[in-house]
């Protein structure tokens, strides 16, 4: 089988490493990828970006199937792009896209099917937003209605924070069109978690869950990122907790899908917050996440080749999902700087004798030398029977990676 994987980042490194594994499958094709990709067995990066260039391509190459990493793409609709044209791909329509692209289509589906999420109120005009907060109690959280890389939320402390996070979205419009539309929320305090769920249109089949790092700095402090690090299963989670995410967020989550006619082949991720052993839905995302993607796959047993057929072929009912024992750990090194600005092109260097599984985001390659080429820069990933045994091999690891503006957490 060819396979082809739409998106640039560490989550399509770790989706085109892991088909890779598969005997099944012949070419991995990443678009555009990265130069770090392409080092892999059976992988080939192309340099091309647009939803035209990638189908004409599928056409012309005989690709079996597409699987769709990155959120742009289908918020831009290549899922029906490619169905117009009789391709096989994974992924949500454009319409079904809005649980991600749209912060306010979310919201209110969450209201109209009861999935347990923070009180909200939505806001088109700058003095309304402005009038409301003024009369609010703090903190408060304000959300771009559109898609803005993680940087689009603002937790306000004060009614000044309010003013300001406001001003920029909605009159400097500094995510454009995303931020003209702004969702404004109860602020929640607890413990985030990342819940995943294959779909194939019909059927859906849970497939873990994941604790990410959103904030860049130590104790979770700082501003939101794209993401530092991530552990699989999460070690909060229990079964009694899962318990209650079923019934009060996945059960609901998918009859609404099913009678609005939103189910879709590929994946759900249901960003939770968990307060006081009650979870609340903070967004849906609908494709796997970065880093999650890393932990997840590094630890998923199963040939993850079977996975995608089984979606395309509407039966993830049946799937048998394994997954290795313990904890798969994954830890982000970024340039520091990161999510602001950040230098280009350092050279990145490698110790020979490093064991973990390293995956790229921003890299590209300078004759035979990496340089870094982004924020997020690699993750490093291992397993192990203990979280305690994951987390020292990756830290230790982490130590014989080397770019001059190196940046990672240390209390992961
Ligand atoms: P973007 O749209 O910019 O890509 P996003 O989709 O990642 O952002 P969210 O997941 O809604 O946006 O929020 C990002 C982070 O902000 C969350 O992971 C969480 O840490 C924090 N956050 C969001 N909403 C709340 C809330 N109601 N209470 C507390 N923290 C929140």
Redesign the pocket.
């Known amino acids: 089988m060819k396979v082809l994987v739409v998106g640039k980042g560490g989550r399509e490194h770790t989706i085109a490493w892991k088909l890779s594994q598969s005997k099944d499958i012949e070419k991995v094709f990443v678009a555009p990828g990265n130069d770090g990709i392409s080092i892999e067995n059976k992988c080939e990066c192309l340099k091309i970006e647009s939803i035209k260039e990638i189908l004409n391509f599928v056409k012309n190459n005989n690709i079996d199937i597409t699987i769709v990493g990155s959120?742009e793409y289908l918020a831009n609709g290549i899922v029906d792009k490619f169905e117009e044209s009789n391709l096989k791909i994974i992924g949500p329509s454009q319409n079904a896209a809005q649980l991600?692209s749209s912060?306010i289509f979310a919201k209110s589906f969450m209201k109209r099917h009861n999935v347990q999420t923070?009180s909200?109120n939505t806001f088109i005009e700058l003095k309304d937003a402005l009038e409301y907060s003024k009369k609010a109690s703090y903190?408060l959280?304000i959300?771009?209605d559109?898609?803005?890389?993680?940087?689009?939320?603002f937790?306000c402390n004060s009614y000044k924070d309010s003013t300001q996070a406001l001003n920029e979205l909605m009159k400097e419009e500094k995510?454009g069109e995303?931020g003209r539309k702004i969702v404004v929320?109860?602020?929640?305090?607890?413990f985030?978690a990342s819940v995943f769920l294959l779909m194939d249109g019909r059927n859906y089949k849970f497939f873990n869950v994941s604790k990410?790092h959103?904030?860049l700095l130590e104790k979770?402090q700082g501003p939101?990122t794209?993401g530092m690090g991530a552990i699989t299963p999460h070690p909060d989670v229990d079964e009694k907790l899962t318990k209650i995410i079923f019934q009060k967020i996945i059960n609901p989550t998918i009859k609404g899908l099913e009678e609005e006619g939103l189910l879709y082949k590929g994946f759900l991720y249901i960003?939770l917050?968990i307060e006081n052993d009650e979870p609340?839905v903070?967004?849906y995302?609908v494709r796997l996440g970065d880093p999650e993607a890393q932990s997840m796959l590094y630890l998923l047993k199963s040939d993850f080749s079977d996975i995608i057929n089984d979606i395309e072929e509407e039966r993830v009912n049946t799937t048998n999902i394994e997954f290795y024992d313990g904890f798969s750990f994954c830890l982000v090194l970024s340039s520091e700087g990161y999510p602001f600005s950040y230098a280009k092109g350092e050279r990145i260097t490698i110790k020979p004798e490093i064991t973990s599984k390293i995956f790229y985001s921003g890299v590209k390659k300078d004759g035979e030398d990496l340089l870094t080429n982004g924020g997020r820069v690699l993750s490093i990933v291992n397993k192990a029977n203990t979280l305690e045994e994951a987390r020292n091999i990756v830290y230790e690891e982490a130590e014989k990676i080397h770019f001059k503006s190196k940046y990672y957490r240390k209390d992961l």
């Open positions: 959120e991600e912060k923070a909200f903190p959280v959300k771009a559109g898609l803005a890389a993680g940087k689009g939320v937790i995510f995303a929320e109860e602020y929640l305090k607890g985030e990410d959103k904030k979770d939101n794209g960003g917050i609340f903070l967004e995302n």
